[in-house]
C-alpha cells in the first residue's frame, strides 16, 4: 500500500503520513431539554429574590449563590419540588444511559441537588470555570430573549495539549497555539431559549459572556444554576446547605470558592 502524499501549504515540503484510521475517543455529553413549569411565575420570584441582595458587588449581586437565606426562600416556592424532581429523575436518566450507572434502587431522597438564581444585567458575566463536589451540572434558562448572551463550553482537551506545547502563558483557550476545526473545535456556544435546560459533566469548563443592551431595550437574563450528587458520594464534601464550590481558571491556579 503506497503512504499517502500530502503538501504543506506553509512551507511546500511534502510528506508521507501513515495511512490509518481516526478514532473519536471520550466524547463530552451535554443533555438538552425542556423544564415543565410556568416560566413567568418562577421569573417573577427570581428577579424579586435577586431584588433583596445587596448591590454594589459586582461578584454577587446577581446570584443568591454566596446568600443562604436568598436559596432558602426559593425552596419553599410552590414550584421548587417540582423543578428539583424534574432535574433529579433526569440526572439518573443521564447517568444510566451515558455512564452505565445502575440506579435501580436509587430514589429521589438519595441524590443531592443544590440550586441558585442568576439575574444577568449589562455588567455582568462569568470567568471561565467548572463545579466540584458534584457528578452533573446544569442551568435552567428562565427567561431569555434575542439579546441573550450564550453559554459557551470549552473544549476539555485544551489544557492537556497546552501543557504538552511548552507554551508558558495562560492556560485559557483563546491563548493556544493549536488551531482546532472539526471535532476539535476550541468551544462549544449554545443560545437558550426560554424553558430550555441543559445537564453537563461538572468538570467541564464554561464561562458566560457579558450581555449587551439594545436599542431601548434593558438586558435581562434570568437562570436557576444547579449541582447534581449521588449523597453517598458526597461524603467528606457534604456541608448541609453551604455553596458546594465552583473553580475558578485564573491565569495557572486555581481559586476554589467553598
Known sequence: MKPIQTQNRQTNKTYEPCRGNYHNMFPTTIFHGQVNLNHKEVA?????????????????????????DAREQTHKQSWYNTFANQMKDTYVEFCRTQYNLNFEDVTRQDIHFFAWVNVYNEPHSHEVHNHVKSRLSGTYYVSTDDASEPIK??????????????????IRPENSQFEFTGLQQTDFKFYPNSGDFLLWPSYLMHSVPQGRSRENESYERISISFNLQHAEDLGSYHHGDDHEGIVISLYHHLIIIS
Not at 463550553?153 to 495562560?170: T, V
Open 153 to 170: 463550553f470549552w473544549n476539555p482537551n485544551m489544557s492537556a495539549l497546552h501543557s504538552q506545547s511548552g507554551n508558558d502563558e495562560e
Open 44 to 68: 417573577t420570584h427570581c428577579i424579586d429574590i435577586i431584588g433583596q441582595l445587596d448591590k454594589g458587588d459586582r461578584l454577587t449581586e446577581y446570584t443568591t449563590y454566596f446568600d443562604h
